[in-house]
């Protein structure tokens, strides 16, 4: 029997011939040069094809132990048998998503990233990270060691929540009474700002933000690449490609306080600029406005305290719900089911996060047999997802969409082109909406 979505594959390839002369590295700019109608629908209403933890491209069997208490180390304490060789093996198998570097996706035409972020101090992630033990029972217990001493480095006071950005002003409200509760409440804040302004004064020259932040390093299951190497690489993709537009969603943070949280934001600001879209707007942001604004960039941040324009908290701004299924059917089944409903929101994001996520039955059942890895998984997964997209259920058009493995189908090209086959389903939408808000003419008016 064919696969899923061979047949939606093939009538892919069936696209105009000016669609198929448009750049995947230049997308956002030569597709509204054919549709022009493109360049004034909100972004969420666009089609953007992202991937799914998008810096795993440099795992190995030899990538140091992340600090992300990932489910995929407890294969080593279920099967004791396994040589700890074996074990990372098999994690990495698991836990690498992508196998083109940053460069690579974002030249296939891929415009939303996902990110999980780690602070691992060099002399940990380099040695005691890896394992040179016996067995896998021996490699956990080594990871629970390496866990704790990381948990050590954390500074023992609290750091202060991140303040604002200078020229944003605080309000205070009225002076506390002068209870015992309210003079401690009083004096613990007082010492937090006193804090945060010693942090604030330690990240003032650039190499201190760099020194900051080296330690930070991409991660699932197994450590990724260093952000120090990665984020340089897409201002160096902006600048060479300046009408186009990146959503980094930086959703999953370990072993980061609040003075890493601070030096990390920094970081962005120094790499990207007037690049970084203000949260002042909305995902209801034409890519024309944004144009006009040369801002490039919009960072998603998981971070609920933090207030610093450049950052779009999460909560607000987007919605990703995850459907924690182990197969096709179950995934497309969920996406219908519970959160194509979700999608309505005008003034949010929305993500269709097209992966499976493996649970302990599949991968020791990949032991013996196919499927052995995640890349084998995606193989069956990702030709549905783009016949899901194509046939969108939702009450609107479909926005932003995550898979493993983007590059062993034609993904991001084929939801390109779908976002001119959508301009006329939402230049329905939007006429359809007027039509129900207009008011009735004079003649129909009630006698």
């Known amino acids: 029997a064919p696969r899923p979505g061979v047949a939606f594959l093939l009538r892919a390839r069936c696209v105009s011939i000016s669609y198929k002369r448009i750049s995947t590295a230049n997308w956002m700019a030569e597709l509204c040069q054919c549709c022009p109608e493109v360049a004034q629908r909100p972004l969420n209403r666009l089609l953007i094809p992202g991937t799914h933890d998008s810096c795993t491209y440099t795992i190995s069997p030899s990538s140091p132990v992340g600090n992300d208490n990932s489910a995929l180390i407890t294969i080593s304490e279920r099967f004791p048998a396994i040589t700890t060789k074996v074990a990372q093996r098999v994690i990495a198998d698991w836990a690498k998503t992508q196998q083109l570097n940053i460069t690579e996706q974002l030249h296939e035409g891929i415009r939303y990233l996902d990110f999980r972020v780690c602070h691992m101090p060099t002399s940990e992630s380099a040695t005691t990270a890896k394992c040179d033990r016996g067995n896998s029972t021996r490699f956990a217990e080594h990871y629970r060691e390496f866990q704790a001493k990381a948990e050590a480095l954390r500074p023992e006071v609290d750091v202060a929540p991140l303040a604002p950005e200078e020229g944003e002003e605080e309000t205070e409200g009225d002076e506390p009474k002068e209870t015992s509760e309210e003079a401690e409440k009083r004096a613990k804040r007082e010492a937090r700002k006193s804090e945060h302004k010693r942090n604030l004064e330690a990240l003032r020259k650039r190499e201190d933000v760099e020194e900051a932040v080296k330690d930070m390093y991409f991660l699932h299951g197994l450590l990724g690449p260093p952000v120090t190497q990665v984020l340089p690489l897409v201002a160096k993709f902006l600048a060479a490609h300046p009408k186009e537009v990146i959503i980094m969603d930086f959703n999953h943070f370990y072993n980061m306080d609040s003075f890493r949280h601070l030096a990390l934001i920094t970081y962005f ?15 209801c942001a034409t890519l024309e406005e944004l144009w006009n604004s040369k801002e490039r960039v919009i960072i998603l941040y998981r971070k609920p305290q933090d207030k610093r324009r450049v950052i779009w908290p999460m909560k607000k701004f987007i919605q990703s719900p995850w459907p924690n299924s ?8 969920t996406l219908v089911k519970k959160m194509h409903k979700k999608w309505a929101n005008e003034n949010q994001f929305s993500v269709v996060q097209g992966i499976i996520t493996p649970d302990a039955g599949m991968i020791s059942k990949g032991l013996v047999r ?35 493995f983007c590059n062993d189908f034609p993904y991001a090209r084929t939801l390109i082109d779908m976002n001119a086959r959508y301009q006329q389903v939402y230049a329905e939408l939007l006429k359809s909406a007027t039509t129900s808000t207009a008011p009735p003419p004079e003649d129909a008016a009630p006698r």
Do not use: W
Request: proline share 10%; with cysteine; charged share 15%.
């Open 326 to 333: 182990q197969t096709l059917d179950s995934l497309l089944a």
């Open 269 to 283: 600001r120094l790499v990207f600029g007037k690049k970084l879209c203000l949260n002042t707007r909305t995902p």
């Open 370 to 404: 196919a499927p052995s890895s995640l890349r084998e998984v995606a193989a069956g997964i990702t030709p549905g997802i783009m016949n899901y997209l194509e046939h969108f259920p939702g009450p609107v058009t479909p926005n932003i969409s995550i898979v493993d």
